[in-house]
C-alpha cells in the first residue's frame, strides 16, 4: 500500500469529520482499494453507499440524509432544532422539490414542495456533529412555524416563537416570507402576543 495515499487519505478523513466518500478518495487520487483495506483493518466503517466513516464515531443522521439526497433540505421541527428554537425530534423533517424522485427517506418526514417555496430562506446550519447541512434560515423556519402551528403542541409553538423572537431575526425577512405564504396578519398578531 503506498504509504503517501495512505496519509492523505487519512488527513481527508481528519479534515471531513471522520468521514470520507468514494468520489471525494478519487477526486484526490486515491483507488477505492485504500477505502476497502482500511474498512477491513476496522479503521472505517462503510455507513451507506460511497460513504465511509471513522469506526468509533457515531453517524450524524443529518449528513447522511444530505450525502444521500443532496437536495433535501432540513425543515420545520428539524430546522427549528438546528435554529435552536426546538429540542431534536426523532423522525427528521425535510423539504424536497417537486418532481425530485425518492420513495422516501428512511428516518424522515418527506414533503415534496414547488421550486420556489424551496428556495426561499435556503441555508445551512451545522448539524450536531459539526458537519455543514441545507436547512431553512431562522425567519423561514419561524414563517413555517406558523404556517403548520397544527404540528406543534401549544407549548412547543410559544416555546419556539419566543426562542426565536430571542435571536432578533431580521423583520424585513420575516415580513416578506409572510407575504410570500400570505400570513401577514397572523405574523403581526403573533408579534403582538409575544411583545
Do not use: W
Amino acid at each position: 500500500m503506498n504509504k503517501k495515499k495512505n496519509e492523505i487519505l487519512l488527513d481527508l478523513i481528519e479534515n471531513n469529520d471522520g468521514y470520507i466518500s468514494v468520489q471525494e478518495a478519487k477526486e484526490n487520487g486515491i483507488e477505492r482499494t485504500y477505502l476497502f483495506s482500511l474498512e477491513e483493518d476496522g479503521y472505517l466503517r462503510k455507513v451507506a453507499r460511497g460513504l465511509y466513516l471513522r469506526k468509533g464515531l457515531e453517524v450524524d443522521p443529518f449528513y447522511l440524509i444530505h450525502f444521500t439526497y443532496k437536495k433535501a433540505a432540513f425543515s420545520l421541527r428539524s430546522s427549528a432544532f438546528l435554529q435552536g428554537l426546538l429540542p431534536l425530534e426523532q423522525t427528521l423533517s425535510v423539504n424536497l422539490p417537486a418532481g425530485y424522485m425518492t420513495k422516501g427517506i428512511v428516518g424522515a418526514r418527506c414533503r415534496h414542495v414547488g421550486e420556489k417555496e424551496y428556495a426561499l430562506g435556503l441555508s445551512l446550519a451545522i448539524s450536531p456533529n459539526g458537519t455543514l447541512v441545507p436547512c431553512y434560515d431562522l425567519e423561514r423556519t419561524m414563517i413555517d412555524i406558523i404556517r403548520y402551528q397544527e404540528s406543534f403542541s401549544k407549548e412547543e409553538l410559544e416555546i419556539a416563537l419566543k426562542e426565536g423572537f430571542k435571536k432578533n431575526p431580521y423583520q424585513e425577512k420575516l415580513d416578506s416570507y409572510a407575504k410570500a405564504f400570505h400570513l401577514e396578519a397572523e405574523l403581526k398578531l403573533i408579534q403582538k402576543l409575544l411583545a
